[in-house]
């Protein structure tokens, strides 16, 4: 989703920057989220999607980098439009990365020559999941998984696209304590993702216990409380992407906690409270058409490089 008109140019953008060079207008809204329209107020033009997209994401590489968190950013493929998510690859600790099985045919495209060559700069790539595709076999990656990196730990539901057994192998392989845990979503239906219901900070998880099946519940509570504080998520505050959240850190090992200002507005003012116990800051940023066309938010937008 990185846009290499912005190559040569050095940030922070504003809104009305990025709008202005990527050709769109801007304008403010009653309720105060800006937004772009046509000369007839058609927002639900692709161009103009596209185009509020990216200043969406634009916006939130830049508050991330405000805080001095480095963030880094490839241009994507027109032939992908869920490049903006890049889950289909891990990077660890030891500099290796592995890549992963995808599930819908144009995610599996985004595993391009040159995001591949970019990862082999940098790590040793110790495994390549991608031949289960063919299989109909999927595990996606770090919304599949979330990771409690310090402990080796894994936390996963199964779905349709988190396939139960090619996750506790892997987890077998690769040395993580596997936590797996059915869920009922509001619609019934297992949650497709876990980094929808949960995320692991180092000193906090933010969890929906309410959407994990009763007769694995207590299981999950002894293996979160046991490491970490824990911020309770409610049902409807998933719903707002609330559990859909990434820890990082600057060089300074300043902790932030990154989120969309959706998850952010819909945290109680406790919840608050808890979470400024554990980070620096909050780092969030208004990503409304991300978070509608594409389903996902800001951790989903992320992945880990270390």
């Given at each position: 989703?990185?846009d ?6 050095a940030?922070?953008?504003s809104?009305?920057?990025?709008a ?10 009653s ?18 999607i ?5 200043v ?54 985004e ?7 970019f ?7 110790t ?9 109909n ?6 919304s ?9 730990i ?15 192998t ?12 059915e ?33 694995y519940?207590?299981?999950?509570k ?6 970490h ?7 409807d ?27 952010f507005?819909a ?6 409270k ?33």
């Amino acid at each position: 989703m990185a846009d290499k008109r912005f190559y040569s140019l050095a940030g922070p953008f504003s809104l009305k920057d990025i709008a202005t060079r990527i050709g769109a207008e801007l304008v403010e809204k009653s309720d105060e989220n800006d937004t772009f329209v046509d000369g007839n107020g058609d927002d639900e033009n692709p161009e103009l999607i596209t185009a509020q997209a990216k200043v969406e994401f634009f916006a939130l590489k830049n508050a991330i980098e405000q805080n001095g968190v480095t963030v880094t950013s490839m241009l994507g493929s027109e032939l992908c439009p869920d490049h903006i998510f890049p889950n289909w690859f891990i990077t660890f600790e030891d500099k290796t990365a592995q890549l992963f099985s995808m599930c819908a045919p144009n995610r599996r495209l985004e595993k391009t020559p040159e995001m591949i060559g970019f990862l082999k700069q940098h790590y040793s790539l110790t495994g390549d999941l991608s031949n289960f595709e063919n299989e109909n076999i999927f595990l996606e990656s770090t919304s599949s998984m979330v990771f409690d990196r310090v402990n080796k730990i894994v936390y996963a539901t199964p779905s349709p696209r988190t396939n139960e057994e090619l996750l506790r192998t892997w987890c077998a392989d690769n040395g993580f304590k596997l936590v797996c845990f059915e869920t009922e979503s509001h619609t019934g239906e297992a949650i497709y993702h876990t980094d929808v219901l949960m995320y692991v900070g180092t000193s906090v998880i933010g969890i929906c216990y309410e959407v994990i099946k009763e007769e694995y519940r207590d299981m999950v509570k002894e293996h979160v409380e046991k490491y970490h504080d824990v911020l309770e998520i409610t049902k409807d505050q998933i719903l707002d992407f609330c559990g859909n959240s990434l820890e990082a850190r600057d060089e300074n090992d300043n902790l932030y906690l990154i989120m969309s200002s959706r998850a952010f507005h819909a945290h109680t003012e406790d919840q608050r409270k808890k979470l400024a116990q554990h980070f620096t800051e909050v780092i969030h940023a208004d990503i409304p058409t991300i978070e509608r066309y594409g389903g996902g938010s800001a951790r989903c937008m992320l992945s880990e490089l270390f």
